[in-house]
């Protein structure tokens, strides 16, 4: 064994390690330090004894103390059901109007559909509720089968073209490539984009304006503003849902696009949804 070496300014002893001409002091740690690590150890055991630690084949550990997060949680989760129980009760006897009315549980029901909305909704409606090509803004005040609340909750009760809830919401329009002659569409069409400001040819504008009186007042009516009654959009606002421009609103009217929205009372349950109702009716477009 070779010699230890004692640095030669401070007297003390040497690791023996030596990098670029530079010695590391062998100096001991400090008390404070050694103490309070083996104070750690001292509470990594008693850790081990009260609380659940070491993982075992399908288990682990419970700890004397019999603790768990999981079972917290679970009872934290209880008891905030059990203090909402009497307002979820209330939720459950009101009608939406009624809940709009009633600050306190108004304020309940934006909160929890809220919460709602951002775990079922956003996927089409976006998480700012601002919708998207084929997805309705509900922000707007443009609705097409009506923005009050019980309108509202209809709706999301039981959704638009639901395979299965027979109370859906239906409303089709004909696919007028089987109707319309190919110069009748472009006709239509133009007619549609001029009542929202933009000019177009006179010449395709007024024989537009008859075929659609003639195929399409029946449902959208004769000013175009819609009916909500069937589903049927308002074509005068230049608010498009599913298309833009008159070469897509040609192919509409050939061919529609038909939206579906499923029904979310079996999903969700009842409360939910008129705590989804009253929180879309908040957003600023509610009738």
Not at 67 to 75: H, M
Not at 104 to 126: D, K, S
Not at 255 to 262: D, E, F, I, L, T
Request: with cysteine.
């Amino acid at each position: 064994m070779a010699d230890k070496h004692i640095d030669e300014i401070s007297g003390v002893e040497t690791t023996g390690h030596e990098w670029d001409g530079i010695r590391e002091l062998n100096n001991p740690m400090p008390r404070w330090w050694v103490w309070t690590f083996y104070a750690t150890i001292v509470w990594a055991l008693g850790y081990t004894i009260l609380y659940p630690a070491w993982p075992l084949v399908n288990d682990a550990t419970r700890g004397v103390l019999g603790y768990s997060s999981r079972g917290e949680l679970v009872t934290e989760l209880a008891a905030a059901k059990t203090a909402q129980g009497a307002i979820l009760e209330k939720l459950a006897a009101a009608t939406p109007e009624e809940i709009i009315a009633n600050p306190e549980l108004n304020q309940f029901a934006t909160a929890g559909g809220a919460a709602a909305f951002r775990v079922n909704c956003t996927p089409c409606h976006g998480t700012g509720a601002a919708g998207g090509e084929g997805y309705p803004n509900l922000n707007d005040d443009d609705w097409l089968w009506g923005g009050s609340v019980d309108a509202i909750y209809q709706t999301v009760a039981h959704g638009i073209r639901d395979a299965v809830d027979p109370d859906t919401r239906i409303g089709e329009m004909t696919a007028f490539a089987d109707v319309l002659q190919p110069e009748e569409i472009r006709q239509a069409a133009a007619y549609v984009v001029s009542l929202t400001g933009n000019p177009r040819d006179p010449s395709m504008v007024e024989p537009g304006k008859q075929v659609f009186l003639d195929n399409c007042a029946s449902c959208h009516g004769e000013n175009a503003e819609g009916n909500r009654d069937l589903g049927a959009p308002n074509l005068a606002d230049a608010i498009w849902l599913k298309v833009h421009g008159e070469e897509q609103i040609a192919g509409q009217i050939r061919a529609p696009k038909h939206g579906v929205m499923p029904a979310w009372t079996t999903r969700l349950g009842d409360v939910t949804v008129k705590q989804l109702a009253v929180y879309v009716h908040s957003l600023g477009g509610g009738e």
